[in-house]
């Protein structure tokens, strides 16, 4: 801030001093002006002179005369010289006075502006500080964002758990309702699908125990022979959901495909991730790669957990089905009792061996 005072004050002195050399340089014109007028009647008076040395007696009297005439003439051109000058000289002094008010204007103008710049520039601190300020609201608004997400996340979670205990319900009421025998008079007997009463439908928070410990496989496992125990559930939970032909790849070069199965007909290449936080881009990308190479109908990626944003975005560019932990959950509700003590099992074991299957690619 000092230089663009420092820079605007020699502007303005700069300014100020051209137009002092402007008017001195007019001044110094019209008194070489005078004094040209002045040589030029000394000139004629010299000339005078020599006429009058030269001239007979009888014509000194009437250049006398004429002596005195120009004399008086001389006289007063050179008190209307006088007054001339006088009058440049009080014009000069009034517009070196007008000039030094207009620079002491000029100063205070230029005060005034520095003192508006550093208020300005105050001011745009002051914003930056307050900007600085709304940021640091602005995370702390999205950490309260994230906290409101994962209570939302176990308010769905426990409505899911109200809703599995809700058809678990249903699911009694029907086989009771099929122990009572139908009247003989019906010709069409309406079918009621419901599980062996050797392997009974578990509890919701059977189900959400079996989740806790898969969460828990990322903590104490490394994360090879978890994703294995993981992709080893996963099978038992899509055969439960109806799929047929599961076979799991072998643990190196899977080419980011964990599972094949089918269901209805259609082809499914599954990519298996168990983890303690959320999946990122990296699990689509290699699923996506994966289907590439084996042409299955549908490419699928399943967590524990749940995507990313940016991993959604890029599922739903390159076609990948997500499982997250709702639809997890879902699933895990069709498994009976046998298959749910088989899920603990693995669980719960120190280590766990799964024969790997080849894959032949579908052409």
Known sequence: MNILQTILLLIIIAALLIILIFDTNIHKAEEEQSRKEIRKLKAEIQHLRADFENTPEREIDSLQ??????????????????????????????????FDQHLQKLKLQSEKKVRTLDMDLTTVMSRIDLYRNEKEDFREFIIQCETLKTELSSLVQTSKSEILDCYYDIQEKIE?????????????????????????VVSAQEISALI??????SGQLSNKEAGRRFEKIMCIILKANSFSGIKITKDSNDDGIDIFAEKNQLSY???CKCYLKDVDKKAIQEVASGNFKYHRDKAVAVTNRHFNSYARQFAREVHVELWEREKLLLMMARLNREELEQCIHICQTKSVKIP???????K
């Open 65 to 98: 005369e004429e002596l005195s005439e120009f004399s008086e003439k001389f006289d007063l051109k050179m008190r209307k010289a006088d007054i001339v000058l006088q009058e440049k000289l009080q014009e000069t002094d009034q517009k070196i006075e007008k």
């Open 176 to 200: 009771k309702l099929s122990e009572i025998p139908e009247p003989p008079v019906k010709s069409v007997q309406q079918k009621v699908h419901i599980r062996k009463k050797e392997n009974p």
């Open 212 to 217: 806790n410990k898969i969460d828990h496989l």
């Open 269 to 271: 290449a599954i990519q």
């Open 356 to 362: 790997a299957a080849k894959s032949k690619s579908k």
